[in-house]
């Protein structure tokens, strides 16, 4: 291994010499410092493969400097995809004039904004991290992360190390909880390096300088492979810890008042990030998931389990799949997801690659006994506090009411009442092109898709239920989507990993707040929630049927319907996402969650502190759409109840106002 190294070594200087670099010139010095004092991005490739990119005029600067005599592999990471880095690999020829380049910036930024600050980070050597047994058992422990922030008296900015001390000591990896050790006394920059700014000349220009050394937990000591896992996790938690020290010291020493850390991060994203934004929606775009899942012959079947008298399994009938789910998959496995540098972005994007993946395996699976494994994986299973739920409601909430046998909508007035919605909200944003379409190869219910709203050409709707339904199809999942469309990232539009249940959840919301979420609909959303259980405990259709007729009391084509749409395909757990997201709905609001960033696309309930990154980062975008019910009267009433504690099992609403007349 030292041979080989040494090896690399020797080509490594050669290579520098054969190319001739030339030191850091002060006129890219002079350029860089002037393009920061007009708040413009700076972008420079330094000798050997060093980069400094500065997003606009910030008062701090990470640096990673890469040590010639060691292995260090995957320290360099955490510096990349803040907004203001300089990364120097190589040998000390190559990194020649970056001390004057950093020193210049230091003195231009600080002279702008009252102070600056430089946090340099590298990694502790490979034999410091414990390699530690269970006293009992023998068997191997995990390291702890660990870190040691080093500043020197007596000038140091103390809130900022305090800060970046609580920050870090969130970080948990590994189900390992973070340690830090705060030293005032060692040199504050990478050992075997030299420092970056004098002690003297920092305190002239007003310039602080932090050293983090990083325990490499994230890499083999002997082979030097990265973990990517342990890497990823702990990317982003520096790299969250840094942005609140960087607040910190923002507010503390400088002119500069941000709104919040996030709004420290990247704002201009390098073009790799948009290339794989469009690569990973190119992908969604060429199936559409639940349609696809859609029996053509759901009505057939029913005619079929009634002569049989209920008791022969049915047999479904699926369109066409439209594209190779391998084909697809070897296309979706080759968008370089890896290489995105902002951990915030890097973990959206990786988590939709890996969902994707997942339902490609679901769409190849239909009609199979495999499909069951794969929708578990996608939509997840019934936890025990979600059925018990569902029990409860079945228990307590009445029945079917004579009020609900009333008129009903056909599927091509239904079309027109959506229409009707939909004009309104195209003319508030001229990008709302949706349609609603009545489907001859639907034999009923409602679907949005691809941007559309499909209707079942033999639906029939209670007319008390009309508004709901428009607004759960229209008001959520059509304004979700198009609000997410005019986002720059596309995948809010096709929606991010898992989320289907804060999406359905909201939909049901809305349901509620339009006074349209009556007792049979609840009860509908439980009963949907013990057929994906009876399904994974290994039930059949006929028995599903059977526990929901004799035990729950539904009325045999509505307990089909809930049979069919859990067993289609091979067994599909989705449908257990909407009493489970309405839940977590009422959880988050009572908690003082705010309806508005769930608005901005398709999301999931652990990307709202993501989409609030991203909109002080300004790579996100106010949406351009806001369902019409939450400035309702009566809405804006029912969602102060729900704040002030309402429980599932008393949202079943009074007679509703319409609000789209």
């Known amino acids: ?289 639940l349609l696809q899942l859609t029996p053509i012959n759901a009505e057939r079947s029913w005619q079929q389990f009634v002569a049989s008298d209920y008791s022969r399994e049915p047999v479904f009938q699926y369109r066409p799949l439209n594209c190779d789910p391998l084909l697809l998959k070897r296309r979706l496995l080759r968008i370089p997801t890896e290489r995105i540098e902002d951990p915030t972005l890097a973990h959206l994007m990786r988590q939709t690659q890996d969902e994707l993946d997942r339902q490609l395996n679901m769409l190849a699976d239909i009609g199979t006994k495999r499909l069951l494994p794969g929708s578990l994986q996608v939509f997840g299973g019934v936890e025990s506090s979600l059925l018990a739920a569902a029990r409860k409601i079945l228990a307590e909430v009445p029945g079917r009411t004579s009020e609900e046998n009333r008129e009903k909508v056909g599927a091509r007035q239904f079309a027109r009442r959506a229409a009707k919605e939909i004009r309104y909200y195209r003319s508030r944003f001229d990008g709302f092109t949706a349609q609603s379409l009545v489907r001859e190869d639907m034999y009923s219910g409602l679907l949005t898709t691809g941007g559309n709203l499909l209707i079942g050409r033999e639906t029939a709707i209670p007319e008390r239920r009309v508004d709901a339904l428009l607004q759960h199809e229209v008001g959520t999942h059509l304004v979700t989507y198009y609000n997410g469309k005019s986002q720059p990232l596309g995948l809010l539009r096709v929606g991010l990993a898992n989320y289907d249940g804060l999406q359905e959840g909201l939909a049901v919301l809305s349901e509620f707040l339009v006074g349209g979420l009556s007792a049979a609909r609840l009860r509908l959303l439980a009963a949907r929630v013990v057929a994906v259980h009876e399904l994974v405990a290994g039930a059949r259709l006929s028995d599903t049927y059977k526990r929901l007729t004799e035990t729950y009391g539904f009325e045999p084509r509505t307990a089909y319907t809930v049979a069919l749409r859990v067993h289609r395909g091979g067994g599909v757990t989705k449908d257990a996402v909407y009493l489970r997201g309405l839940i977590e709905m009422l959880e988050y609001l009572k908690s003082g969650g705010e309806l508005e960033p769930l608005l901005v696309g398709k999301l999931a309930v652990e990307h709202i502190p993501v989409v609030r990154e991203l909109l002080l980062r300004n790579i996100l975008r106010p949406p351009p759409l806001r369902p019409r019910y939450l400035d309702h009267p009566e809405a804006i009433v029912r969602l102060a109840r729900i704040r002030s504690g309402l429980t599932v099992t008393q949202l079943v609403s009074s007679t509703p106002p319409d609000i789209t007349r």
Request: charged share 25%.
């Open 1 to 289: 291994m030292d041979t080989m190294f040494r090896m690399v070594k020797r080509s490594r200087k050669q290579a520098v010499q054969a190319q001739g670099f030339e030191q850091i010139s002060s006129e890219m010095i002079d350029d860089v410092c002037a393009r920061l004092l007009e708040n413009k991005p700076v972008r420079r490739t330094l000798p050997g493969g060093g980069r400094l990119n500065i997003d606009r005029l910030l008062p701090f600067l990470c640096v990673y400097r890469h040590n010639p005599q060691r292995h260090d592999e995957g320290t360099h990471y955490f510096v990349h995809g803040e907004a203001s880095y300089l990364s120097a690999p190589g040998d000390a020829p190559v990194r020649k004039g970056m001390k004057t380049l950093i020193q210049r910036v230091a003195r231009a930024v600080a002279g702008e904004l009252g102070s600056f600050l430089i946090l340099e980070i590298w990694s502790s050597p490979d034999e410091d991290v414990p390699h530690a047994s269970h006293a009992g058992t023998g068997e191997l422990e995990l390291p702890h992360p660990a870190f040691r922030v080093i500043t020197r008296i007596p000038h140091r900015p103390e809130g900022t190390v305090a800060t970046l001390d609580a920050a870090l000591r969130r970080i948990t990896v590994q189900r390992h909880d973070a340690m830090v050790e705060i030293n005032l006394h060692s040199r504050n920059h990478s050992p075997g390096m030299t420092q970056l700014i004098s002690a003297a000349e920092a305190e002239r220009i007003n310039c602080h300088v932090l050293g983090l050394e990083i325990r490499p937990i994230y890499r083999d000591p002997r082979s030097g492979d990265v973990f990517p896992d342990v890497l990823r996790v702990l990317r982003r938690g520096v790299g969250r810890a840094l942005k609140r020290a960087f607040f910190a010291f923002s507010l503390n020493r400088t002119s500069v008042r941000p709104r919040h850390f996030f709004a420290l991060g990247q704002k201009r994203l390098p073009t790799l990030v948009w290339q794989v934004d469009r690569e990973l929606t190119g992908v969604s775009s060429q199936f559409k998931f």
